[in-house]
């Protein structure tokens, strides 16, 4: 039987080779070793919950590490782990009912409409499947004496994550790491006196049973059903246990090794989970050959290219924003203080945080980052730990262009090109529809019917939203051939709602019909509607960047026609009474249930679309303001996240920096600086950190600003290696809150126009040529 992670390790060691071509990253390995012990996460004491453990991950497989001194324990995952199997959940009923929910909207029966949508456009089942815990690996270390000098940490610059204390006059020490190139994760203990340790599994997966035989101790398993969705997946993971000294003994269900120096552990796990419609893959070769592998490989050579791996990614980037006694504190520490006008390396360390959790949870050939990345420790997580496209999954990526990782975004668009499939036969069975569509939510197997209900589900957005990532990685790379090969994927998703907008009798505009602004209801006493805002700018974007691909392409001129005059007919955004960015195309936002609803979708043409614009449209940036205002700047850590990018959009840096503080406290920050939703949702951190580059680096089309909303609480910084549309590289230094000098560096020749505050200069750049602007005032 064939390896079923062959051809993803393949994909993870080839772009290894390949990060010297990336656009915009050239040079930027040596920009961060001075920030190493910045960089750094460390507690003095062991994990007692989850959201203190920490993360470490390869993209595919991750464990959570909670450096227990009697027992350590890793919580393990693997991103192909989920429940059920291949599905299709289009309800048979909606495409006859469609008509019938259109009309009740077109009547303003909006309740009626909702009724019926509920009862017959939801998918069946009405949810979808749930990402798992694949168990645990448990060590168990016996020993007697008080424990000094503990000391938790992970290094971000590294991706190690240690451990390291005295007990009964002996040091011990831990160290633990994911190897995206070898596919392992690595654990060594090793102390100044022999040890004795004990090695075991424990899972609540279905039909876990673990087996010890030699060093290699093997946990097979089956996944579960859910809603009626049988399991279609088997899983395997493999621990061989390698000791230095002492003695090696298999034990039924472990495997004890006593009177060692060091103990290294090589961890594998699979599912035969091949793609959406494959689950014919061998989970225990896969492992067995996984693990032979890296036994060749060894220890001292596997943590060396681990670690200059990830450094290749890590260290494109750096950023200083100055330091305080305050950054010598222990992690959890700092986030309890939450001073961050004393600390501001707090918020630089939870930006590198954020890089660190998308090269952890998302590699070329590995699943996307998921609303928890790649970390769950339960098999009922919630929102089932599934991909929620109308905010969620987008937020994840949010920072990888802009964070120079571009290639994270690998999973992400090929999880696009998945969805066109299936939600080809959505479009066709629910709609009648060419192209495709997909709703609020997806999963493992790329289901894209609607779930939940029809108060969240009913919105078929979701697709046009991830297309627009297909044109920032494009924008960002300027590569043809890239765009030729991703461009009927957009074509797809436009010529859906070619298909489906309908025509409001009274204005002749193209509206969405049915549904909703996502997640919030209407006064009304319904969610559903047709054409709320988020709809309009969305399709504006998609429909720009379709007519623009194909002519770059030089390719389908009269579809674009057809999209350039449906984006015409689309309804503008409006100003509402209150003077807010009106939600709805009816000026409901005033007598709406939720005032302060966590969900600011109306302005999305703000952030993350260029749409508006404090210089371009004052007026819809000043309703914009005004939205948010009413809204409020505390909200659930994801949505805080997303405040913070918008006020930085209308270059209020003082304002995005006080909502960052109340991000970095522990209402929304967990100790081990996961966001807290609450419950964790790792969107929070992606937002948070991509919120953090808006407010030093800004860049539409040809044009960059340059530190546009920096706050006064960070007057004096640097930052290296962020990269700006049209392959271009911004390196920046300010000193009391003014602009010393930036270098830009292009991997195409071309014009961008850079501005600082009020002065904006036209810059010739030559590809590969630094130009280096000085001041404010930005002269050669």
């Not at 060692?260 to 961890?267: N, P």
């Not at 030093?696 to 962020?722: C, K, N, T």
């Amino acid at each position: 039987m064939s390896d079923p992670t062959a051809v993803s390790r393949r994909t993870v060691l080839g772009a290894a080779t390949a990060l010297a071509a990336v656009p915009g990253a050239a040079g930027a390995a040596g920009g961060a070793s001075a920030a190493s012990d910045r960089a750094r996460l460390w507690y003095r004491q062991p994990a007692a919950e989850w959201t203190q453990a920490l993360p470490i991950g390869n993209g595919r497989i991750g464990a959570m590490l909670f450096g227990g001194v009697a027992q350590e324990r890793l919580q393990l995952n693997e991103d192909t782990l989920w429940t059920g199997g291949p599905y299709d959940p289009v309800n048979p009923a909606a495409r006859a009912a469609l008509p019938e929910v259109r009309g009740l909207i077109a009547a303003a029966r909006y309740a009626e409409a909702e009724a019926l949508a509920d009862a017959k456009l939801i998918g069946t089942p009405r949810t979808q499947m749930a990402y798992q815990a694949l168990g645990d690996l448990l060590i168990d270390l016996p020993g007697a004496g008080a424990v000094t000098g503990f000391r938790r940490e992970l290094d971000l610059d590294s991706a190690l994550a240690g451990v390291s204390f005295d007990r009964d006059g002996s040091g011990h020490r831990r160290e633990a790491f994911a190897s995206a190139a070898d596919d392992v994760i690595v654990v060594r203990l090793s102390a100044d006196a022999p040890f004795d340790l004990t090695v075991r599994f424990a899972s609540e997966q279905p039909e876990a049973r673990s087996v010890a035989a030699g060093d290699m101790l093997t946990l097979t398993g089956r996944n579960s059903e859910r809603a009626g969705i049988a399991g279609a997946l088997r899983f395997a993971a493999r621990v061989a246990v390698m000791a230095e000294d002492g003695a090696t003994d298999a034990r039924d269900k472990a495997i004890a090794v006593t009177g060692a120096r060091a103990v290294t552990l090589l961890l594998a796990m699979a599912t035969s989970y091949r793609g959406p419609d494959d689950v014919s893959g061998d989970p225990e070769a896969a492992t067995l050959a996984t693990l032979r592998r890296a036994r060749r490989r060894g220890f001292a050579r596997l943590r060396r290219d681990a670690i200059a791996a990830h450094r290749a990614l890590f260290r494109r980037v750096s950023l200083d924003l100055g330091t305080s006694p305050a950054a010598q504190l222990p992690t959890d520490e700092r986030v309890r203080r939450n001073r961050p006008a004393e600390d501001p390396a707090l918020a630089a360390l939870y930006f590198d945080y954020g890089r660190y959790l998308l090269i952890a949870s998302s590699r070329p050939g590995t699943q996307p980052a998921n609303l928890q990345g790649i970390w769950n420790d339960s098999n009922d997580p919630p929102w089932q730990s599934k991909y929620t496209v109308n905010i969620n999954t987008e937020m994840n990526y949010w920072p990888a262009e802009v964070a120079a990782l571009p290639e994270c975004t690998e999973p992400l668009l090929r999880m696009v090109r998945e969805l066109a499939v299936t939600g080809a036969r959505t479009a066709r069975e629910m709609y009648g529809a060419r192209g495709w569509v997909c709703h609020h939510n997806t999963d493992l197997w790329r289901a894209t019917a609607p779930i939940d209900g029809a108060q969240w589900g009913m919105w078929p957005t979701g697709g046009a939203w991830l297309c627009t990532h297909l044109w920032e990685r494009y924008d960002y790379g300027r590569d043809r051939d890239f765009l030729r090969a991703i461009y009927p994927v957009m074509q797809g998703a436009a010529l859906f709602f070619l298909d489906t907008l309908q025509t409001d009798p009274a204005t002749g505009a193209l509206v969405t019909s049915p549904s909703i602004s996502p997640e919030n209801r209407h006064p009304m006493g319904a969610s559903v509607c047709a054409g709320p805002a988020m709809d309009s700018q969305i399709l504006r974007d998609l429909f720009d960047q379709v007519a623009q691909a194909a002519a770059i392409l030089g390719v389908d001129a009269e579809f674009a026609a057809q999209v350039k005059a449906a984006r015409a007919r689309l309804p503008e955004d409006r100003i509402g009474a209150q003077g807010q960015l009106q939600e709805w195309r009816e000026d409901w936002d005033a007598r709406a249930p939720e005032p302060d609803h966590r969900h600011v979708s109306h302005l999305y043409a703000l952030f993350p679309s260029d749409q508006i614009d404090p210089v371009r449209t004052p007026e819809l940036a000043a309703a914009a303001r005004r939205s948010l205002e009413l809204r409020g700047d505390e909200s659930t850590g994801w949505a805080t996240a997303w405040r913070i990018a918008l006020w930085a959009r209308l270059r209020d840096g003082d304002r995005a920096h006080a909502i960052l503080a109340f991000l970095l406290g522990p209402g929304r920050t967990y100790p081990n600086l996961f966001d807290a939703h609450p419950p964790f949702q790792i969107d929070g951190n992606f937002g948070g950190t991509r919120a953090i580059a808006e407010m030093l680096v800004q860049s539409r089309g040809d044009a960059i600003a340059l530190l546009p909303a920096l706050p006064a609480a960070w007057p004096d910084g640097s930052v290296g290696g962020l990269r700006a549309r049209g392959q271009c590289r911004v390196d920046l230094r300010w000193r009391n809150g003014a602009l010393e000098e930036v270098v830009l560096t292009a991997g195409i020749e071309g014009t961008r126009r850079v501005s600082c505050g009020k002065i904006t200069v036209s810059v010739p750049l030559s590809a590969g040529k630094p130009v280096r602007l000085r001041g404010s005032s930005l002269t050669a």
